[in-house]
Every structure is written in structure tokens, then in C-alpha cells.
């Protein structure tokens, strides 16, 4: 049977919808049960401000929903709760540029949120939003009993106001210069070249988006949550949930614990703006709850609308784990601050058990960005045409659960290919196709097993066994590549026993072999349900066989017999044209231009300039050329010896100029930092590193992502300048929102990174 038997075109399945296990009565009031695991689960409330691309989505909801539906395969009792955060600036924001009121931005965005999450199958017990009388009420009697019991304090601070709208600005409300990089866009909270959290009193040259008028400093009055009194109870806490039976990531391990091995300060928990909850005391009529408070407990308020008996899950820690899901930015708000809310509150509370944050998925190489169209964002999965299941498979596979990784059309194609449609789909399709037509569509009897049939069925007993330890350790990345493994052990199987070249000399023996494989498409159903749930709805027609709940062992649960329903292929080929159209649709329109010629060297020599202490004398191989360059690195890399053997990048469009009289053809780029000490009782130092394309050979070209190379000849350094290349905070030199990286791939396919040395971050290039 040819192995190419399910690469033609699948049914459409690009409309998605509500895939999952037929147990499930979404809608149906879900309590908690006595004698049960009662688990409860959140994914992180997306903001309703913007529309979520595929790193939020694998980020919290997507991750969530796996677990969610390993736990139901498994028999607990799960309640799945997640949606929209719809109080705060971002909102107001949002609506004065699209003209609308806040409640019309709510319910046009919360629309969009619930119809992507409805097409990637995302099986909410319930999807509901924060602007609820219920988050109000809620909300208000954690304030006030926090405020009882001592755990507030009213703080005087200063904030800009707005003389022309009069009324004090959050921080969203204005923008000015960072006072890290100097961009000239921050938002009063963050700062999106740089990625610093800022304060709005911090900006350079600040302007209310609003009228863009320069604020003043005014007094205004705020509650703060007393964080330094709750800090010892918050990290007994933490200390208790974050050891076994409690599984916290590592990463949220560490979040938690630099914030907690500093001293806690009050934090302000209300803001001068009209969309929010009202605080509920006198003389703050004008002021709402932050949305750093009220947001986490739209968990609880969700839960509220799901049922009136919410208290049976969120008042009961001795019978319900909570477990959380988030991306790596949020776990402070739900590790520090909303515990510290509940325990401030003095009720007996259900706190997080376990919590599983990501890192950050990148865009082919760079940010996800719907301003610049670089990324795909989920309103526009459906017009691909690429079905539900291929989308979760790829992020799940590429689900960043200790680093960054990066979503890539190149590999989306290949993973389809080889993966799914390879090794699943032609095990599935071949199995079912030759039973109907071998076996007129009934399952044959397996007569006899071989002791290669006994090895086999132990083999997928192992991942099996393994794929149970890494899902309950929440390690979803890892329990995929262990069910993919029963498919490429199922593979495997087939090969060594050649079935169909049975059929004509031992039928008996090729039923057998089909019987086993019918019956490993059975257990690929159930453990494959978690991720690709649209796939084992399809194989389970196909099968007309409807297994609900993950065995502790493979068994041979299929009735000899048993009548097979229509076989079709579920997945189908992705063309190379068909991806590079997918890359070009989803990317920016144009590349833009950059005029500098930054090369990879290999510096081979270095001596110290006779005539000045603080040059040297460079020597290095550009490949199909070698250059003098004079540099200042003395002071910086007192040891020429260190510089020796490195590769550089070099700016080698630079008009060649000479420096006491030595002659140097080019420059060799690095970043500058300026460090200012803690104590402010030393000056400032200015911290300079090379940058260093480590696996780049001598010669290659150096560019932006994005850009194509226009070099213009004679280049000065003030023409260079002007560009504003720079290093952020993990090292990376930067054009704009770009890395600068060679043009080359390394032998693993990824690309290589133009990184400051030394350490340098946050910085210039020059």
C-alpha cells in the first residue's frame, strides 16, 4: 500500500467549532463532588481591547484547554473558567480611537475573543467577561474586608492631570520619551522599544493622548493594598503551594521569588478614571478599583455566573486545586498580588495550587505586530483554510515552556508534512483503508499474538506510562511528543510486519497485525484528544467507535467484527507555494530599506596603536578580503588577547579615515551602556562590548529581519548614526523593532543573533 495514500486534499474543516469529548454538557452546572479530584482551571483573562495572535493564545488559553481536557480523559471533575478583563485605561484607550463608548468596545471585542476561541475548540465550561454586577459585588467585599481587617492604607502620590480635560491621567492617558531610551511613543505604563515598566511621572516630555497637552504634577489621594504587612503570609503561601503536591514552572518560581526576596511595598489599587468599579468608600466617588486588583478576581465573579453556588469552588482550598495558566508576564499579579488580596481579606479562600506559564512566542524572528501585519492574529487562522488541529498541533509542539521559540512557515509546512500527515495521518488512513478493503470494513480477529506483537504492545505500554507522569506534571509539551511517539512506534509496527504482502500467503497473521494497529488508532484517539481534539472526532466516525476515558494500559478493546465507518484522510499536503504565500500574506507589505554594509570578521590580530593608549591596531578576515581597523576598545578590552578569535560585525561602507596616522577601513561596531550605580555617590561608567554573531564564517552579510539591503557607499559615522541601532535588554542589537542577524542560517536552521559582549544591554550602537 503506497505510503503517500492520505496526502491528497481532506474534507474542509476550516469553519473549527466546538471540538471535544461527547461526555461534556457545556452549559450544565458543574459543582464540586465529594470524594472526587475537583479541579478548578483558569487561563489568563485576555485583555478585551485588542485581538489575541497565536503567542496569547498558546500562552493561557490554548494550554489551559489541553490540560482541561487530559483531566475530564483522566475522570476528575473539572471546572474550565477563563474571559475577557474589560475594566482599566486600555479599554478607555481603545475606545477614544475606534469613537465608542467603553460597554460598546466590550461587547464588540468580547465577540471576537469568544467566536476565535469557538473555532480553535477551546472547551470553556464558561467564557464570560468582568463588567458583571457580580465582578462589582465581589470585587467591593474583598475591598472593603481587606480595608476591615487593617490590610489598606490611604497614601497621598503624584500624578499628572490634565488641565484641559481636568481630570488626573492613568497611565495609559499619556505618552512622552522613555527615560531609558528616549523613544518618543512610550506609554505612561511600558515603554514598546525598550520594554521597561515605567510610571507616567517618569516620561520625558509628557502629552495626554487626549487633547496633547503638557500635564501637571498635582497631589492626588489613593488606596494602596499594604503588600509589606502581607508579606511574610504571602510567602508562607507561596512556600506551601510552590513545593509538592504543588507544581509551579520555574519560571514562575523565580518571578515570585525576586519579588519576594526585596521588601513588598504598598501597592496603589485604585485609579482616577469613569470605567471600572466604583470604590466603595466616601470621598472616592470619582476613583475606580485598578485593574491589577479586580482582573484576577474575575475568575471568581466568572465562576459566579456559571453558578450561584460559586462558594463550593473558590471557599473550598480542602477539596478543589486551582490550577493557572499564563504567559510568564502575568505571574506576579497572580502569585503575589491576588493571594495577598485574598489573604488580606481574612476569609478562607481557594488559592492556586499549580500554576503553568509559558515564555514568549515570537513571529518569525520578531514581534507579533498588527500595526506592521507581522503575524498571524486569531481572527485570521480561518482564512487560510488550514484546519483547527494543524494550528493547535503546531503551537502545542512549539509551546514555549522554558525559552522563547519562534512560529515559522517553514516549519509550520514541515511539521504538517511530516508529522501530521506522514506519520498520523498515513498510519490511521492506511489502517482503517486496508481493513476496508481487505477486510470487507470489520475488524479482523487477532488469533495469535507473536512475541514481536507482545514487544510492541509493551513498547506503547511505556510511552503510555510516561505520556500519564508528564501530563499530571503538567509538562504538555512533552506529553505530545510522547503520544506522537506511539504513532511513530505504531509506524514502525506496520514497516516490520508488512500486512498487506500478507494478505495473499497469511491472511490470518495480516489480520492480526491490522487488528493490533486498529486498536493502537483507538488509544492515538484518546491520548491525542487533549491537543488535536477535531482529529479524534474524525477518527472516532471513521472508527465508529466512541472510547472516552485514557486507560491505565493498551488493550485490544475492539471486537472482532466490529464494522468500520467511511475512511478519508484527515490531513492534507501543504505545498512549499502554498506556505511561502501564507509567509508573504501574513508579513509585512514592503521590506524596508537599510543602508549600512555590517559584515561578519574574524579578528586575527590585535597591536596597540604607537601613537595613542587608548587604540588599537585591528587585523580581520572578512572572507574574500581582509581589513585595518583602528578602534577605541583599548580602555574596554585592556587584554587583546580577549579580542582575538571573536567574530565582529563590522561596518565596512564606512569612508576610510586615518587616526594617527594609521589607516582604518571601517568600523567594528559595540554596544554602550551607561551604568549609573544604586548608591548615586559614584559617577556614572559606560559599560562597551563588541557585537558578536558567534556562528557567522567571516564575509556573511549582517540585516535587519525584514529589511533588504540598499548600501549606500562612503558611509560617515553621523549618516550611522542617524539609523539608531541599538541593543535591548537580552543583548540583541536592534533596527527599530528588528534583530540585526546573519544572512545565513545556522546548521539547525535557526538563525544566528548579532549580541552584545560584555554583558551590554539597554544600549546604543556604535
Sequence with gaps: MSASSSSSSSSSRDKGGKAGQASRSPGREILPVEGKRNILITSALPYVNNVPHLGNIIGSTLSADVYARYCRLRGDNVLFICGTDEYGTATEARALVEKLTPREICDKYNAIHTDIYEWFGLSFDKFG????????????????????????????????????????????????????????????????????LLDPTELKNPRCITDNSTPVLRTTTHMFLDLSSLQERVRSFVNQSSTPPGMWSANAIQITNKWLNDPLLPRCITRDLKWGIPVPLPGYEDKVLYVWFDAPIGYISITATHTPQWEKWWKNPDQVDLIQFMGKDNVPFHTVVFPASLIGSGENWTKLRHISTTEYLTYQGGKFSKGRNNGVFGNQVRETGIPPEVWRYYLLVNRPEVGDSDFSWSDFGQKNNTELLNALGNLVNRTLKFIVDKFDGRIPPASSLRDSDQAFIESVNRELTAYTEAFDQIHIKEALRLAMGVALLGNKYMQDNKA?????????????????????????????????????????DQLRYDPQTLPKKFDLV???????????????????????????????????????????????????????????????????????????????????????????????????????????????????????????????????????????????????????????QKYDTKEFARLELRVNETGHAMFKSRRLEPSNSLPSGEKDSLVADQGVTNGLVK
Excluded at 503624584?158 to 518618543?184: I, M, T
Excluded at 500478507?502 to 494497529?517: A, Q
Excluded at 488508532?521 to 491525542?528: E, F, G
Excluded at 524596508?592 to 579578528?603: K, M, T, W, Y
Design 500 to 540: 498487506w504482502e500478507l494478505i495473499d500467503s497469511d491472511k490470518e497473521r495480516s489480520g492480526t497485525v491490522l487488528n493490533v494497529l486498529a486498536n493502537l488508532v483507538v488509544l492515538l484517539v484518546i491520548i491525542l484528544e487533549p491537543f488535536i481534539p477535531t482529529f479524534s472526532d474524525l477518527v472516532r
Design 558 to 712: 475492539l471486537e472482532a467484527g466490529h464494522e468500520v465507518g467511511v475512511v478519508e484522510p484527515i490531513f492534507r499536503r501543504l505545498s512549499v507555494e502554498e506556505i511561502e504565500d501564507y509567509r508573504k500574506r501574513f508579513s509585512p507589505p514592503e521590506e524596508e530599506a537599510f543602508p549600512a554594509d555590517i559584515r561578519s570578521g574574524r579578528v586575527l590580530a590585535v597591536e596597540n596603536h604607537k601613537e595613542s593608549d587608548h587604540l588599537y591596531v585591528l587585523q580581520i578576515d572578512l572572507g574574500k578580503e581582509k581589513r585595518q581597523i583602528v578602534s577605541g576598545l583599548r580602555a574596554h578590552y585592556p587584554d587583546s588577547n580577549d579580542l582575538v578569535g571573536k567574530n565582529v560585525a563590522v561596518l565596512c561602507n564606512l569612508k576610510a579615515a586615518k587616526f594617527r596616522g594609521v589607516m582604518s577601513q571601517g568600523m567594528i561596531l559595540t554596544g554602550e551602556q551607561v551604568v549609573t550605580p544604586a548608591s548615586g555617590e559614584t559617577p556614572a561608567v559606560m559599560k562597551v562590548g563588541v557585537l558578536r554573531a558567534a556562528a557567522a564564517v567571516p564575509g556573511t552579510i549582517i540585516v535587519p529581519t525584514g529589511c533588504k539591503l540598499e548600501v549606500k
Design 129 to 196: 467577561r468582568t463588567s458583571t454586577p457580580e465582578q462589582t459585588q465581589i470585587a467591593q467585599h474583598i475591598f472593603k474586608k481587606c480595608h476591615e481587617n487593617g490590610e489598606l492604607k490611604e497614601q497621598s502620590m503624584e500624578q499628572l492631570y490634565c488641565e484641559g480635560c481636568k481630570k488626573f491621567l492613568a497611565d495609559r492617558f499619556v505618552e512622552g520619551n522613555c527615560p531609558h531610551c528616549n523613544f518618543d511613543a512610550a506609554r505612561g505604563d511600558q515603554c514598546d522599544q525598550c520594554g521597561k
